[in-house]
């Protein structure tokens, strides 16, 4: 079983900080939920599976 992290950020981060985003969810297996006017919008989930 995963343990996921997540973390909340505003849709602005989305924009400005893709990179970090991105790596946050590939490499730290963690779960990114975008806001829109503090509500949530989306959410970033990559899992990484070895078959």
Do not use: F
Request: proline fraction near 2%; include cysteine; charge should be positive.
């Amino acid at each position: 079983m995963y343990h996921i992290r997540e973390s909340i950020r505003p849709s602005a981060d989305l924009r400005n900080h893709y990179n970090e985003i991105s790596k946050q969810c590939r490499e730290e297996n963690e779960a990114v939920i975008i806001t829109v006017n503090g509500r949530i919008w989306v959410l970033y989930l990559m899992m990484n599976t070895k078959v």
